[in-house]
C-alpha cells in the first residue's frame, strides 16, 4: 500500500456506535467483530484510492486525495456495514464525517486543526449517518453522484471549535435517512457571542481556568490582568470549552457598559431572562431562578462596579451548583474568590531568535501575523524581518491589544519602519476595529480606563513607580516614592497591583514590576508633574546606597561578586540612575555609580557595555572634576585593554595615573598601575611593565589592598615567560594565599589557573588537570564570568594531552561562544590556535591555517598569543613540520593568514556538533 499523501486531503472518520454496550453483552465475540470490521473498512478505502492512516479501539481513520473518493467509500462501507452477517445478534451502526483541509504527516500519522474538527463532526452524529462538513460539500458540488443528495443539518457549534460549523447530511438508496438531533452543543443553552477573529494560543492558560473552575471548592474564579491582557477572549474560551460540563448552560454578562454597581443585577438578569416581580425583589427572584441549575456564569469588566461585589456572594450562596467566572483588572475581595493573573503572551528573546519557521511558534508573533494577514493578506514573516517583528512584541510585553494594533498598521509600514516608531508606544498604537469599545481602539484608553478608576493617592504614586526601571522592591518604593511620608506606599501599591497596574514577578525579593506599554503612560504623567526631578534624585540615591562604599577602580573584586545579586537584579534601575545623574550634571554620583556598576559588566564580561559608559562622559566632565576624570580614565582603559585595543588602552591609563598621583589615591593608583603593568606586559614589553606592576604591588603591600593577588598573580606570570619557573611559583603560590586570606574566591580562581598554566609548560598535566578541576568546581556566582573561557580553554589542553580530544574541542568550542559573548578577540583567537594543536597531527594543512590565522589576528591587536600555551604551539609546529613539506606549509600558512577570525573559526569548528 501506498504511504499515506501528505497535502490537502480529505478525511474519513468511522466510529461504532454502542461500542462499550456491544462488548459487555458480546464479550467473546466483539475482539473478532471489530478485527474483521477494520478489515472491511480498510479493503474499501483503499479500493477507492484512500489509506487508513490509523484505528484506535473500534475507530477507523482514512485520508484521500479527493472528496468524491472520500463520499464513495463512506456510501460503500455503510452498505457493506448493514449487509455484513456480524453473528450472534450483533448489529453495528457507524457514524461517519467526511471533512477536507491541510494537514501534517509526521512519524505515520496525522495532526493538526483539520483532525480536530472532523473528530468533532463525527461525535455529533448517529450510527448510520454520514456527515459532512461545508468544505467538503463545496467540492463536491459538481461531482455528487446520480440519486446522493447532501441534505443541510444547518450551522452547529461544536466543542472547542471557535466558528460553527455547516453540517450536511449524506442521504442515498439503501442509507437510513432519519436521525435524531445532533449531537452538539447547540442543544446547551447559551449566549456566549460567536467570535470575529480565531483564538491564538493560550492553551496552557484555558487548561489551567478550566481544571480550577473543575475543583469542587472552586464556586468563583477572577481572571486578573491590565488593560488588553485578552481576558475577555480566555474567558470566552473557556467557557466554550467547558459547554457540555454544565448542564444549564454558560452565560456571559457583559458589564463594561455599566457604571452603577445597583444595575449589576438587572444586568446578570436580562441575560437569564429573570423578570421582576411584584412579590420578591430581583435579587430574590435571580437567586430563585439559579438555586437549582448547573451553570458557568461570565461576568465581564468587573473593575469599575467593585461594590456590586457582595451581591456575586449572595448568588453563590443561594446557588450551591453556580460558578461565576469573572474577568477583572481588580481582584472583587470575597471569601471565595480565587484568583487567575493571565499573563502576556509569549515572546522571543530578541538576542537569541530561532528562524523564522520557529518564531511563528510564539503566541505573541502567531497574533501578529494572523491580525497583519487580516490587513495584507501576503504578509509573512521572513528572516529577514523576522528580528523586527520579534523586537515588536517584545516591546509590545506581548500585550494581545497592543499587538493587535500594532499589526493594523502593516497597511502602512514595513515591521523594521514600524519598530522605529515604537518608541511611542501610545502614540502609534491607535485604530482598532470600531465596533470595539472606545477603551479596546487605542492602547491609551485602556491605560486610561484604569487609570480613572484610582484614587488621588494611587494616581500619585503610579506616576512616581515610573522612574523604575525593571523593577522594584517594596522598601525602594517606600524610600523612593514617599516624599515627606505623604503616601502610605504600601496600601496604594496593593490597589495597583489589585487593579493588574502593577505586577509581583515571584521573585524571592517580592520584586513588583510594571509593563512596559504601561510605564510609558505613567512616565508621560511624572515628566509632567513638577516633583519629577525630586523622584528621580530620590531614585539615584536609593540605588547609590548599596555601592556607595564600594572600592572603586576594579580594585576589589571579591565585593563585587558578593553584590552581584543585586547588581543582576537592579541593572536597569543603575541605568536609570547614571542617566539622571549625567543629565543633572552630578559628577560624582555619576561616578560612584558607573564604577562599581561597570565593574560588575565586567566580571560578566559585558565589556562593549562598561566602556560606553566611561567614554561618553569624559568629554562632558567639567575641568575641575579631576577625581571623576582619573577614575573614568581608568576605567576607560581597563576595557579597552580587555577588548585588545592596547594603545588606546595605555593612553587612557597613563592619563589616569597622572591624575591619581597627583591626588595621592594610593589604592586606586595601584590599581591604576597594574592595569597598565598588564597591558604593556601583554604585549611584549615585559621590562617596561616589571618596575609599573613592582610600584603597584609596593603600593598595595603599604596599605594591604585586596588588588595584591592580581598583581602577584601577573608578576609570577611574567617570570614564567622569562623562563624562572621557581619565581614565577613563588609569586603564584603568594597570591593564592593571598586571595584566600582576602576571600576572595575570583582571584583565587587565577592564581589557581595560573599555577595550572605553570605545571602544563613544566609537564606535569596531571597536577595541572587537578588545578584547573579546584577552580571549575566552584559555583559560578562566587567568581568572574570572564574568568570561566580561559578555564575551559585550559582544561581542554589536558584533555588532548590525556589523548580525549572529542571533550577537548567541545571546551574549546564551548570557550569560544563565551568569548564571543564578551566580544573578547583576543580570547577567541587562543582558541582557534587550540584547535590547531588538536588538528596538527590528523590535519595538518587546517591547523597550519587555524594557527596562522590566529597569530595573525593578535599580532594585529599589538599583542601576541599567550606564553602559558607556548610548549603547546612548538609541539605542534613540529608535528605540521614532520608531516608537510616547506612549500604545502608556506602555503598553508599564508592562506591563514588571510582568514578572518570568524572564517578560522568557522574552519576550525564545522565538524564539531
Given at each position: 500500500m501506498?504511504?499515506?499523501p501528505?497535502?490537502?486531503?480529505?478525511?474519513?472518520y468511522?466510529?461504532i456506535?454502542g461500542?462499550?454496550?456491544?462488548?459487555?453483552?458480546?464479550p467473546?465475540s466483539m475482539s473478532g467483530?471489530?478485527?474483521?470490521h477494520?478489515?472491511l473498512?480498510?479493503e474499501i478505502?483503499?479500493?477507492h484510492g484512500?489509506s487508513?492512516?490509523?484505528?484506535?479501539?473500534d475507530?477507523?481513520?482514512?485520508?484521500?486525495?479527493?472528496?468524491?473518493?472520500a463520499?464513495?467509500?463512506a456510501?460503500?462501507s455503510q452498505h457493506a456495514i448493514?449487509?455484513e452477517?456480524w453473528?450472534?445478534?450483533?448489529?453495528l451502526?457507524v457514524?461517519m464525517?467526511?471533512h477536507?483541509?491541510?494537514?501534517?504527516?509526521?512519524?505515520?500519522d496525522?495532526?493538526g486543526?483539520?483532525?480536530?474538527?472532523v473528530?468533532?463532526l463525527?461525535?455529533?452524529?448517529?450510527?448510520?449517518?454520514?456527515l459532512?462538513s461545508d468544505?467538503?460539500?463545496s467540492?463536491l458540488?459538481?461531482?455528487?453522484?446520480?440519486?446522493?443528495?447532501l441534505?443541510?443539518l444547518?450551522?452547529?457549534?461544536l466543542?472547542d471549535?471557535?466558528r460553527p460549523?455547516?453540517i450536511f447530511?449524506v442521504e442515498?438508496p439503501g442509507?437510513?435517512?432519519s436521525f435524531?438531533p445532533l449531537q452538539?452543543?447547540?442543544?446547551?443553552?447559551?449566549?456566549?457571542p460567536a467570535?470575529?477573529?480565531s483564538?491564538i494560543?493560550?492553551?496552557?492558560d484555558?487548561?489551567?481556568v478550566a481544571?480550577?473552575?473543575a475543583?469542587?471548592?472552586t464556586h468563583?474564579l477572577?481572571?486578573?490582568?491590565p488593560?488588553?491582557?485578552?481576558?475577555?477572549?480566555?474567558a470566552?474560551?473557556?467557557?466554550?470549552?467547558?459547554?457540555?460540563?454544565?448542564?444549564?448552560g454558560?452565560?456571559?454578562?457583559?458589564?463594561?457598559?455599566?457604571?452603577?454597581?445597583?444595575r449589576?443585577?438587572s444586568?446578570?438578569?436580562?441575560?437569564?431572562?429573570?423578570q421582576?416581580?411584584s412579590?420578591?425583589s430581583?435579587?430574590?427572584r435571580l437567586i430563585?431562578?439559579?438555586?437549582d441549575?448547573?451553570?458557568?456564569l461570565i461576568?465581564?469588566?468587573?473593575?469599575?462596579?467593585?461594590?456590586a461585589?457582595p451581591l456575586?456572594?449572595?448568588?453563590?450562596?443561594?446557588?450551591?451548583?453556580?460558578?461565576?467566572l469573572?474577568t477583572?483588572r481588580a481582584?472583587?475581595?470575597l471569601?471565595?474568590e480565587h484568583e487567575?493573573?493571565?499573563?502576556?503572551?509569549?515572546?522571543?528573546?530578541p538576542?537569541?531568535?530561532?528562524d523564522a519557521?520557529?518564531?511563528?511558534q510564539y503566541?505573541a508573533i502567531?497574533?501578529?501575523i494572523?491580525r497583519?494577514?487580516?490587513?495584507?493578506?501576503?504578509?509573512t514573516v521572513?528572516?529577514?524581518?523576522?528580528?523586527?517583528?520579534?523586537?515588536?512584541?517584545?516591546?509590545?510585553?506581548?500585550?494581545?491589544l497592543a499587538?493587535?494594533?500594532?499589526?493594523?498598521?502593516i497597511?502602512l509600514?514595513?515591521?523594521?519602519?514600524l519598530?522605529?516608531?515604537l518608541?511611542?508606544?501610545?502614540a502609534?498604537?491607535?485604530g482598532?476595529?470600531?465596533?470595539?469599545?472606545?477603551?479596546q481602539?487605542t492602547?491609551?484608553?485602556?491605560?486610561?480606563?484604569s487609570?480613572?478608576?484610582l484614587s488621588?493617592d494611587?494616581q500619585r504614586?503610579?506616576?512616581?513607580?515610573?522612574?523604575?526601571?525593571?523593577?522594584?522592591?517594596?522598601?525602594a518604593a517606600?524610600?523612593?516614592?514617599a516624599?515627606?511620608g505623604?503616601?502610605?506606599?504600601?496600601s496604594s501599591?496593593e490597589?495597583?497591583?489589585?487593579q493588574?497596574?502593577?505586577r509581583?514577578?515571584?521573585?524571592?525579593?517580592?520584586?513588583?514590576?510594571m509593563l512596559e506599554?504601561?510605564?510609558?503612560?505613567a512616565?508621560?504623567?511624572?515628566?509632567a508633574?513638577p516633583?519629577?526631578?525630586?523622584?528621580r534624585?530620590r531614585?539615584?540615591?536609593?540605588?547609590l546606597?548599596p555601592?556607595r562604599?564600594?572600592?572603586l577602580?576594579?580594585?576589589?573584586?571579591?565585593?563585587?561578586?558578593?553584590?552581584?545579586p543585586f547588581?543582576r537584579a537592579?541593572?536597569d534601575?543603575?541605568r536609570?540612575?547614571?542617566?539622571w545623574s549625567l543629565?543633572?550634571?552630578?559628577w560624582?554620583?555619576?561616578v560612584?555609580?558607573?564604577s562599581p556598576?561597570?565593574a560588575f559588566?565586567f566580571?560578566?564580561?559585558?565589556?562593549t557595555?562598561?566602556?560606553?559608559w566611561?567614554?561618553?562622559?569624559?568629554?562632558?566632565?567639567?575641568?575641575?572634576?579631576?577625581?571623576e576624570?582619573g577614575?573614568?580614565?581608568?576605567?576607560?582603559g581597563f576595557?579597552l585593554h580587555?577588548?585588545a585595543?592596547?594603545?588606546?588602552?595605555s593612553?587612557r591609563?597613563q592619563?589616569?595615573?597622572?591624575?591619581l598621583?597627583?591626588l595621592?589615591?594610593?589604592g586606586?593608583?595601584?590599581?591604576?598601575?597594574?592595569?597598565?603593568?598588564?597591558?604593556l606586559s601583554?604585549?611584549?614589553?615585559?621590562?617596561t611593565?616589571?618596575?609599573?606592576l613592582?610600584?603597584?604591588?609596593a603600593l598595595s603591600?603599604?596599605?594591604?589592598?585586596?588588588?595584591?593577588p592580581?598583581i602577584?598573580t601577573?608578576?609570577?606570570?611574567?617570570a614564567r615567560?622569562e623562563g624562572?619557573y621557581v619565581g614565577a611559583?613563588?609569586r603564584m603560590?603568594e597570591?593564592?594565599?593571598?586571595?584566600?586570606?582576602?576571600?576572595?574566591?575570583?582571584?583565587?580562581?587565577v592564581?589557581?589557573?595560573s599555577?595550572?598554566?605553570?605545571?602544563?609548560?613544566?609537564?606535569?598535566?596531571?597536577?595541572?588537570g587537578?588545578?584547573?578541576?579546584?577552580?571549575m568546581?566552584k559555583?559560578?556566582?562566587?567568581?568572574?564570568?570572564?574568568?570561566r573561557?580561559?578555564q575551559l580553554?585550559n582544561q581542554?589542553?589536558?584533555a588532548?594531552?590525556?589523548?580525549?580530544?572529542?571533550?577537548?574541542?567541545r571546551q574549546?568550542?564551548?570557550?569560544?561562544d563565551?568569548y564571543r559573548d564578551m566580544?573578547?578577540?583576543r580570547?577567541?583567537?587562543e582558541c582557534?590556535a587550540?584547535?590547531a594543536?588538536?588538528e596538527a597531527?590528523?590535519?595538518?594543512?587546517?591547523?597550519?591555517?587555524?594557527?596562522?590565522a590566529?597569530?595573525?589576528t593578535v599580532?594585529s591587536?599589538?599583542?601576541?598569543?599567550?606564553?602559558?600555551?607556548q610548549g603547546?604551539?612548538d609541539r605542534?609546529l613540529?608535528?605540521?613540520h614532520?608531516?608537510l613539506d616547506e612549500?604545502?606549509?608556506?602555503a598553508a600558512?599564508?592562506?591563514?593568514?588571510?582568514m578572518?577570525?570568524?572564517?578560522?573559526?568557522e574552519c576550525?569548528?564545522?565538524?564539531?556538533?
Amino acid at each position: 500500500m501506498a504511504p499515506p499523501p501528505s497535502e490537502t486531503l480529505t478525511f474519513l472518520y468511522t466510529d461504532i456506535e454502542g461500542s462499550t454496550r456491544l462488548w459487555q453483552r458480546h464479550p467473546d465475540s466483539m475482539s473478532g467483530v471489530i478485527a474483521h470490521h477494520d478489515s472491511l473498512l480498510r479493503e474499501i478505502v483503499e479500493a477507492h484510492g484512500g489509506s487508513v492512516f490509523r484505528t484506535m479501539g473500534d475507530a477507523v481513520c482514512a485520508a484521500f486525495r479527493t472528496a468524491p473518493d472520500a463520499l464513495a467509500a463512506a456510501q460503500n462501507s455503510q452498505h457493506a456495514i448493514q449487509n455484513e452477517p456480524w453473528g450472534n445478534d450483533i448489529e453495528l451502526r457507524v457514524r461517519m464525517a467526511i471533512h477536507t483541509g491541510a494537514a501534517e504527516f509526521r512519524d505515520g500519522d496525522y495532526g493538526g486543526h483539520t483532525l480536530n474538527r472532523v473528530a468533532r463532526l463525527i461525535a455529533a452524529g448517529h450510527g448510520g449517518q454520514v456527515l459532512l462538513s461545508d468544505v467538503t460539500r463545496s467540492l463536491l458540488l459538481d461531482a455528487i453522484p446520480a440519486q446522493v443528495t447532501l441534505r443541510d443539518l444547518g450551522e452547529h457549534r461544536l466543542k472547542d471549535l471557535e466558528r460553527p460549523e455547516r453540517i450536511f447530511q449524506v442521504e442515498a438508496p439503501g442509507l437510513t435517512a432519519s436521525f435524531p438531533p445532533l449531537q452538539t452543543l447547540d442543544s446547551i443553552p447559551t449566549n456566549l457571542p460567536a467570535q470575529a477573529t480565531s483564538f491564538i494560543g493560550r492553551e496552557g492558560d484555558v487548561e489551567a481556568v478550566a481544571a480550577m473552575l473543575a475543583e469542587p471548592d472552586t464556586h468563583l474564579l477572577t481572571l486578573l490582568g491590565p488593560g488588553g491582557t485578552g481576558k475577555t477572549r480566555l474567558a470566552l474560551r473557556v467557557g466554550s470549552r467547558l459547554l457540555d460540563r454544565y448542564r444549564d448552560g454558560v452565560f456571559f454578562v457583559p458589564l463594561a457598559p455599566v457604571q452603577d454597581p445597583l444595575r449589576v443585577e438587572s444586568s446578570v438578569a436580562a441575560v437569564l431572562g429573570v423578570q421582576e416581580s411584584s412579590d420578591a425583589s430581583l435579587e430574590d427572584r435571580l437567586i430563585a431562578h439559579l438555586r437549582d441549575r448547573e451553570m458557568l456564569l461570565i461576568l465581564d469588566n468587573f473593575e469599575q462596579i467593585l461594590a456590586a461585589a457582595p451581591l456575586v456572594g449572595r448568588l453563590l450562596a443561594g446557588a450551591p451548583r453556580l460558578k461565576i467566572l469573572v474577568t477583572s483588572r481588580a481582584v472583587l475581595r470575597l471569601a471565595a474568590e480565587h484568583e487567575y493573573a493571565v499573563p502576556t503572551l509569549a515572546v522571543p528573546d530578541p538576542d537569541h531568535l530561532p528562524d523564522a519557521q520557529g518564531l511563528t511558534q510564539y503566541d505573541a508573533i502567531g497574533l501578529f501575523i494572523q491580525r497583519a494577514q487580516a490587513i495584507k493578506p501576503d504578509f509573512t514573516v521572513t528572516d529577514d524581518n523576522a528580528p523586527a517583528v520579534a523586537e515588536i512584541c517584545y516591546r509590545l510585553d506581548g500585550l494581545p491589544l497592543a499587538i493587535e494594533l500594532a499589526a493594523a498598521r502593516i497597511r502602512l509600514f514595513s515591521p523594521e519602519a514600524l519598530l522605529k516608531r515604537l518608541g511611542q508606544r501610545l502614540a502609534v498604537l491607535t485604530g482598532g476595529a470600531r465596533d470595539l469599545p472606545a477603551r479596546q481602539q487605542t492602547l491609551r484608553g485602556a491605560i486610561d480606563w484604569s487609570y480613572s478608576l484610582l484614587s488621588a493617592d494611587e494616581q500619585r504614586l503610579f506616576a512616581r513607580l515610573a522612574v523604575f526601571a525593571g523593577g522594584w522592591t517594596l522598601e525602594a518604593a517606600e524610600e523612593v516614592c514617599a516624599v515627606d511620608g505623604d503616601l502610605d506606599v504600601l496600601s496604594s501599591l496593593e490597589a495597583l497591583v489589585e487593579q493588574s497596574l502593577v505586577r509581583q514577578d515571584g521573585a524571592e525579593d517580592g520584586r513588583f514590576i510594571m509593563l512596559e506599554t504601561i510605564r510609558e503612560y505613567a512616565s508621560e504623567l511624572l515628566l509632567a508633574s513638577p516633583e519629577m526631578e525630586a523622584i528621580r534624585r530620590r531614585h539615584a540615591e536609593w540605588y547609590l546606597q548599596p555601592i556607595r562604599d564600594s572600592p572603586l577602580l576594579m580594585t576589589d573584586i571579591t565585593s563585587m561578586m558578593r553584590l552581584v545579586p543585586f547588581f543582576r537584579a537592579e541593572q536597569d534601575n543603575l541605568r536609570a540612575a547614571m542617566l539622571w545623574s549625567l543629565e543633572a550634571q552630578e559628577w560624582e554620583i555619576y561616578v560612584r555609580l558607573a564604577s562599581p556598576t561597570g565593574a560588575f559588566w565586567f566580571t560578566q564580561g559585558r565589556w562593549t557595555e562598561a566602556l560606553s559608559w566611561t567614554e561618553a562622559v569624559l568629554p562632558l566632565l567639567p575641568p575641575e572634576g579631576l577625581w571623576e576624570r582619573g577614575v573614568l580614565l581608568f576605567l576607560a582603559g581597563f576595557f579597552l585593554h580587555r577588548q585588545a585595543r592596547y594603545d588606546a588602552a595605555s593612553e587612557r591609563l597613563q592619563a589616569s595615573i597622572e591624575i591619581l598621583r597627583g591626588l595621592e589615591r594610593k589604592g586606586e593608583l595601584s590599581a591604576a598601575l597594574y592595569a597598565l603593568g598588564e597591558s604593556l606586559s601583554i604585549r611584549g614589553q615585559r621590562e617596561t611593565a616589571r618596575p609599573i606592576l613592582e610600584e603597584a604591588l609596593a603600593l598595595s603591600r603599604e596599605i594591604n589592598h585586596t588588588n595584591l593577588p592580581m598583581i602577584l598573580t601577573y608578576l609570577g606570570i611574567i617570570a614564567r615567560e622569562e623562563g624562572d619557573y621557581v619565581g614565577a611559583r613563588a609569586r603564584m603560590e603568594e597570591a593564592l594565599e593571598s586571595a584566600r586570606s582576602f576571600g576572595s574566591e575570583s582571584f583565587e580562581s587565577v592564581a589557581l589557573n595560573s599555577l595550572g598554566d605553570l605545571a602544563r609548560l613544566e609537564g606535569d598535566y596531571e597536577k595541572a588537570g587537578r588545578l584547573y578541576d579546584q577552580l571549575m568546581s566552584k559555583p559560578l556566582r562566587n567568581v568572574a564570568l570572564f574568568t570561566r573561557p580561559g578555564q575551559l580553554h585550559n582544561q581542554a589542553y589536558v584533555a588532548h594531552h590525556f589523548g580525549d580530544d572529542a571533550r577537548a574541542i567541545r571546551q574549546f568550542k564551548d570557550a569560544i561562544d563565551m568569548y564571543r559573548d564578551m566580544g573578547d578577540p583576543r580570547g577567541i583567537a587562543e582558541c582557534v590556535a587550540g584547535i590547531a594543536v588538536l588538528e596538527a597531527e590528523p590535519a595538518p594543512e587546517r591547523a597550519t591555517r587555524l594557527l596562522a590565522a590566529a597569530m595573525a589576528t593578535v599580532e594585529s591587536m599589538g599583542s601576541r598569543l599567550s606564553s602559558s600555551n607556548q610548549g603547546e604551539y612548538d609541539r605542534a609546529l613540529a608535528a605540521i613540520h614532520a608531516r608537510l613539506d616547506e612549500s604545502a606549509f608556506n602555503a598553508a600558512w599564508e592562506e591563514g593568514t588571510r582568514m578572518t577570525l570568524d572564517e578560522a573559526v568557522e574552519c576550525g569548528t564545522r565538524e564539531i556538533a
